[in-house]
């Protein structure tokens, strides 16, 4: 019996290391209402890359761009931009106060491709 559950249990530790291939981080930050989050930018990630926001009303969200590139953090709700900050060169600080209903959010950064390349994030509102 132990036989067969040792290469089966190999196979599901396989299985679950795999169809993740997007680049993140996996930090998860929670932050209390009328709180700020510091998020770090850099190419092409954001860190933390999740934040949780323990009940509706505001943020503020401070970008640390620690990278060569312009980056920025936009917040998007059903495809639609709720708000964020402006692109703004590497080796500044920006922030952005948004006020947030209950929901899921995207984050992103809108500067060329910098999305598709791994600039993405996820904000949850309880
Ligand atoms: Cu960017």
């Not at 505001?58 to 980056?71: F, K, Q, S, V, Y």
Request: hydrophobic share 35%; proline share 4%.
């Amino acid at each position: 019996m132990c036989r067969l559950a040792a290469p089966f249990a190999i196979l599901l530790l396989a299985a679950g290391c795999g169809g993740n291939d997007r680049e993140d981080t996996g930090r998860t930050v929670t932050v209390e209402r009328d709180g700020t989050v510091t998020v770090k930018a850099r190419e092409y990630s954001y860190d933390p890359d999740r934040v949780v926001l323990q009940g509706a009303g505001a943020l503020t969200i401070r970008l640390e761009n620690d990278g060569d590139l312009a980056h920025n953090i936009r917040l998007r709700r059903d495809g639609e931009e709720v708000g964020g900050t402006p692109s703004f060169p590497g080796g500044r600080t920006e922030s952005a106060r948004v006020r947030l209903a209950p929901g899921t959010y995207e984050l992103l950064c809108t500067v060329g491709d910098h999305a598709d390349l791994g600039m993405t994030g996820e904000l949850e509102v309880k």
